[in-house]
Each structure stands twice: as structure tokens, then as C-alpha cells.
């Protein structure tokens, strides 16, 4: 398939590759909506950084070679645009019972209301998390991070763009109106929360967001890759453009704690300790001990996978058959895709036990994708062992099983341990504090979060990054806080 180049335009008050200027209407919709959004951006975006100067990379394109640009930008000032990946010639739907029908370039109206709801829970997850880190920038542990940090919020900020497109170029007035309530929910707000589950927890230290861009981005990527296959071909497009951008918040959470495990093992191995269990021994060298990022992982691999639903779920079933969301990497997966005679291994519970039931392919999209998910994230959890080993410290760390602390889906209400026994409450509560963070922990990461603001100084609990970014050297000034 030959991909179609459409220029970005950069003249508009929103940059985009959509036509902007020759369609009048939306173009209105859109500057009426943006002043909103930048109302939005300055109560809940990054606390007290918004006339702060931030080394960024801002999307100047959609070819793969050259599509961002660096520079000093003031956030609110960030150039938002609508970017949306080539349209290929000739696609053709690759699932569902469409499959092999051109795709679609309008709304096809007997799946509208599964279209809006899917781009309606996509778009509210990402201011959500601007939301979550918006205190971030206050605690950062070096000018890198800092700027990293600004990136993940600009990004998302776009992705929010994105979503928004959609829904007033193809949702007409009830699309506008789900625009507007996606700048009127708020992460952890009483009366009107974000709408799953993971963006309505607080994210208030900096391991904690290393944690959320490792895990819950991968979802992100994971959702983004599903969507990507779809037959309605500007969701298609959209999405492919974001996940170019979402590789790296994904970088942002491995490689922040890959440092900071560096780190932890150094000082351990500088004081002359072995047993990475001592844990008042560790916390006194001002680094981050291994069993609690331990139990930090089980708690945000937990929040995560309840993000893919109910294991089984006709919802999805229906998506797929619809031809609307697809599989992780539908197009190279070897079947008919369209699955009517296929089952998928399931893990369910039966009779309190946890066991493999087959169950039909199109009922199990949702555990599929999780598994996807879970490899995924294994391959990183796999690099930071290798990291501790070579430090010759004795510790593994491992994703807790799929089962552990789960509030949605097949194992919701089970209490089941991170290394897949199922158990009593009382056996649960009793290792709570072995499993999940404690107060004690939380405490001590926040002692730990002090902003640490000289160029190329990073704070005592993680190690300098290995290369800078867009290669910078290491006392590069990021962000200029002096203004
Ligand atoms: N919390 O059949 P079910 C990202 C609801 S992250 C609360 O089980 P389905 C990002 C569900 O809505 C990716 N409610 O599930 C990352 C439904 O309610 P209704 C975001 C939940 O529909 C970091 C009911 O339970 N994108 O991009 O097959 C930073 C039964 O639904 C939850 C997407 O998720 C929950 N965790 O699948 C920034 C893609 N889970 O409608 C950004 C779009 C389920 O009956 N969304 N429920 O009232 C979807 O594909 C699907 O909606 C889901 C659920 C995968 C979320």
C-alpha cells in the first residue's frame, strides 16, 4: 500500500494535516473549543511552570524520518496540532465481519454509538493524566526528568487534541458535547471523576510516575495499537500517529527506573551491603529499596490490567465483529480474522480455583490484548533484572500474577497472592504490607522528593540518564527555571 502525503499546515492557529482551512465549520468548532482547553491546561496542567521556558519536541510532521522539532517553548504556547498518520491507497477493513470492504472515511450509523464511546474513553484518559502529575514538576529530580516529565503532559495534551478532532468533525452536536465534559470531568474528583479507574489515582511521587508511564502507557500503547487496526479509517490514522509519540513516555517510565534501580544497586554496593532485604540500611544511603519497588509494581501492574475490562466481554466481541477495534498487531496475526470457529485459553476462576477455559476467541479480545500487555511489560521487568544481576546484587523482581488485587473483571472480589495462590481475606490482609505499598513506604518516597534544579545534578535516588535528549550533554540547561 502506498501511504498519501498531506502537508502540515503551521499557519493555522492549530497546526494539522487534516485541511483545517478549507473546512470552515470545523475549524470554528475547534477555536471555540481551544480557549477552554488552555483555560484547562493553566488550572490543571503542570503547577506553577507556566511561563517557564521547557527544551520540548514538538510534532512538525508525520513522516517517520523527520517528525518533531526541539526547542524552548513556554507550555501554554506549545504549538497543540491535529496530526493525523498518511492515509494508505487501497486499505481495506482487516477484521470483523467487513473484513476486505474499503474502510470507512465517514461514521457508519449503526456504529456510531460504539465509535463515540470508544474515542470518548480514549480522549478522557489523557488530560487525566495531566491531571494525575500535575504537582510533579515541584519535586523533580534533576532538569532531565523535569523536561520529561513536561513532554508526557504536552503529548498527552495533543492526544487529547486528537481525540477531539474526531469528535466534532464526525459526531456532530452530541461530539461536541462530549468535548466539552472532556475538559469538565477531573482525575479523583468526588462528583465527576475520570472515567476508569487507573487516572483517578493520585500519582504523587516520582517513582510512582515512573511506574505509571511504564504500565498504565502501555496500556495506552496497547489500546492505541487495537484502535489503529480499525476499519473507520480516521481512528485508524489518529492513532497511528500517537503511538510514534507514545514510544516515548513509554521510554520516560523504563529507563526512570532502570536509574533508579542503577542507582540503589551502586550505593548498596558502595556502603558494603548485600542483602538488598535491609531495608533501614538501604533507606539510609537516601536510595530506593528493592522490595518496595517491588511492591510499588504489583500495585500499578494491578491498576493496569483492570484497565482491559472484563476478560470476557461481549463489548468487545462486538467491537471486533464491527470491525472497529482490533486486535495487537491484527494484521500479522495468522487466522481469518474474523474468529467464529476460534477459541482463546482463558484464565478464570472455577469453583475458587484459578483454570485455563477455553473460551470463543471473540468473547476473549480483552484477555488477549492483556496478555499481549503483560508480555510486553515482562520484556522490560526482564532488562532492570539483568541491571540488579550485573550489580551482583541477589534480588529479582517480578510482575506480581494477573490475578493479585484486582477490582474489575474475572478475578474482582478474589484474593488471590502475587505468586497466583488463592487465599482467604484474613491470609491477604495479614501480607498486605509484604505485597502492596505501605504508609511507611509512601512516607519515605516523599522524604525523598526534593527538587534538585542545578543543570546536570540529579537527586541521590537516581542515576543520570545515559544519553541526553535530542543528545544534549549532561549539563544541558532542560528547563530555565530563572525564566
Ligand atoms: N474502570 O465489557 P467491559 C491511555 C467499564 S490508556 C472503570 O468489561 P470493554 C493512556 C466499561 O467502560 C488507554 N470502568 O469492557 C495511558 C463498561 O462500562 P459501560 C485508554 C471500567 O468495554 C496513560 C463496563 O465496565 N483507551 O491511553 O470490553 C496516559 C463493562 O465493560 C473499567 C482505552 O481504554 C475500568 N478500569 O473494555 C495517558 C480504549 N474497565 O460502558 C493515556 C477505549 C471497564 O457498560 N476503551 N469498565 O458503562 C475500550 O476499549 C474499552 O472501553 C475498555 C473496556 C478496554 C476500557
Redesign the pocket.
Known sequence: MTALKQEVNYDDLIPNNVNLSEDRRLRKALEAWHPGFIDWWKDMGPDGFQDTPVYLRTAIGVDPKGWAEFGYVNMPEYRWGILLAPAEEGRTIPFGKHKGEPVWQEVPGEYRAMLR??VV??GD??P??VEQQRHLGKTAPSLYDLRNLFQVNVE?GR?LWAMVYLLHKYFGKDGREEAENLLKRTSGDKDKPR????FNEETPDWLSFFM?TFF??R??KM??E??AQSGFDPLSRTCRFMLTEEAH?MFVGESGISRIIQRTCEAMNEAGITDPTDVEAVRKLGVMDLPMIQRKMNFHLAVTL?????EV????AS?YEAGI?GRYQETRIDDDHQLHNDTYAVLKVVDGELKMVEETALNAI?ARLRDDYVKDADGGVKRWNKLIKKAGVDYELSLPHIAFNRQ??EFSGLFVSPDGEVIDQATFEANRDNWLPTASDLAYLDSLMVAVTEPGEYASWIAPPKVGIDNKPGDFEYVRLAG
Open positions: 464511546r470508544l474513553i480514549q484518559t489523557e487525566a493524566s498527552e492526544h472515567m476508569l479507574g487507573a505509571f498504565t502507557d496500556d495506552g489500546q492505541l487495537s484502535l513516555h483492570d484497565l482491559f475490562g472484563n466481554s461481549t463489548n468487545a467491537a477495534k480483552n474489575i473483571g
